[in-house]
């Protein structure tokens, strides 16, 4: 299943301070913290679901990156809140891909936390500082792959249904 390019992507939210040691000797996040960044958006947006990683991988089913891109804008900072939004962008029993947007907010609109479901993309808050997708296959613990729909049912159907919620 393939989000519609007309209609409202859902995002989901996390939010967090940048820490002195994901910084450089610039006083700028080093480039690779931001793929870090995009899995706490991952992990965050299937915990929404009711399952996390722990559980996930406990029923044998694994989900390794298998491409990604990544698009710098301006440097995260020291201290700076960074917002993490997730949406998912095409699913399948086998496949999901992902887009991600790290935005800061100034310090003083700023507030940590999890916000779900914001639709408009053109209202995400914050200065967009890194945008990115990533795709995903879904395997077992042999690496071979294996359909979410018959190996985890009830993740399969919460994303599915996260990513047709307000499109039908």
């Known amino acids: 299943m393939r989000v519609k390019d007309e209609l ?9 301070r940048v820490r002195y040691q994901e910084t450089d000797q610039m006083g700028v996040v080093y480039h690779a913290n931001y793929l870090n960044w995009f899995e706490i958006g991952r992990t965050e947006m299937i915990r929404a679901t009711g399952i996390d990683y722990l559980g ?10 298998v491409d990604l891109d990544v698009q710098y804008k301006h440097p995260a900072k020291y201290d700076d809140l960074v917002h993490v939004f997730t949406a998912i962008t095409a699913f399948s029993p086998l496949r999901i891909h992902y887009k991600y947007e790290v935005r800061r907010l100034p310090k003083q609109e700023g507030q940590l936390g999890i916000m779900n479901n914001q639709t408009d993309e053109t209202r995400l808050q914050g200065e967009l500082l890194v945008s990115g997708s990533t795709r995903h296959v879904w395997v077992n613990r042999d690496w071979k ?21 307000g499109k039908e």
């Open 8 to 16: 409202p992507i859902n995002w989901h939210h996390t939010s967090f």
């Open 56 to 65: 996930m991988e406990a029923a044998g089913v694994l989900l390794p990156v």
């Open 145 to 165: 792959p294996a359909r979410l729909d018959k190996s985890l049912p009830k993740l399969y159907d919460a994303l599915r249904n996260s990513l047709l919620e």
